[in-house]
């Protein structure tokens, strides 16, 4: 609660304006498929100048076709949520919420068994992928500030993202999520700050584990923050964190050694 609180009291730097509600589009690809999104834009953005962009993945709860659902946890304009804490504003960030559709996932795996072995990528997280790499070009987006993180089912997306696109994204941060332990290696480069409840009845917190361990393996530095006593919501205390986007916009992307 005092972290909400300091939150809520936390003023705007001098100069960082809140950003207009996300606005409502939708990627078209090749053959037919459309993938809804909402698209925050930095208020002000100065001519000639790059910016940030993450990729938020959401959970189950929030699938459908009503580009809408998928805002509940990050945007709400009448009470702090995540996209509008002052620092996104402050570092005039962009940020892409697709919506994936009823039936479908981020990642085609049972979520109550944690870690995986990949399976083919899902048309969903496929055509997120090919969203963000399309912003990166049409955008002010600097391209070595790419991030991607989401929750439960996003959570398994996040970490999937960026092992199917080592080279896309400069930082992940999955909350409650798993990934493919065996793919560590080609991710060690890159930043991962990853959030898990040691209580989580929906997806097992060794889902976080394994991932953190192998990549401390492989030779990586991951960040693990995982909560006594709290169950699936992770999201809430993580995106509590005063560390959170402070940390991830800190990040560059760095080449793959």
């Known amino acids: 609660m005092k972290q909400v609180l300091a939150m809520i ?6 100069g960082a304006a809140c950003a207009a509600e996300p606005e409502t589009k939708e990627y078209k690809s090749a053959p037919g498929q459309v993938l809804p999104y909402r698209l925050l834009k930095p208020a002000d953005p100065e001519p000639g100048q790059k910016y940030p962009l993450v990729l938020i993945l959401h959970g189950a709860g929030e699938r459908g076709t009503d580009n809408a659902k998928q805002l509940i946890w990050y945007w709400d304009a009448k009470k702090p949520t995540v996209l509008t804490r002052p620092e ?12 994936c559709p009823d039936g479908k ?14 399976p083919k990528i899902s048309d969903p997280l496929r055509l997120a992928l090919d969203l963000t790499e399309s912003l990166v070009k049409d955008l002010p987006v600097d391209p ?6 989401g929750m439960s089912m996003g959570g398994y997306g996040a970490f999937d993202a960026v092992q199917r696109r080592p080279d896309l994204f400069a930082a992940a941060v999955p909350v ?12 060690a480069h890159v930043p991962v ?12 917190v060794s889902g ?13 530095s991951p960040r693990y923050s995982e909560y006594k006593g709290v169950g699936h919501n ?20 760095a080449a793959k050694k």
Do not use: N
């Open 9 to 14: 009291a936390f003023s705007l730097p001098a």
């Open 88 to 99: 996104v504003a402050a570092a005039k960030a962009f940020a892409v919420i697709p919506q």
């Open 234 to 253: 992770s999201w809430s205390p993580a995106f509590e964190e005063k560390e959170f986007w402070m940390w991830l916009f800190a990040q560059k992307r």
């Open 144 to 149: 070595d500030r790419v991030y991607v993180t």
């Open 208 to 220: 976080s584990r394994d991932m953190v361990a192998a990549l401390k393996t492989a030779g990586a």
């Open 105 to 118: 996932q981020w990642v085609d795996v049972p979520w109550a068994k944690g870690s995986y072995k990949s």
């Open 193 to 204: 700050w990853a959030f898990h409840g040691d209580q989580d009845g929906a997806v097992p």
């Open 176 to 187: 409650c999520g798993a990934g493919d332990p065996a793919k560590a290696k080609a991710i």
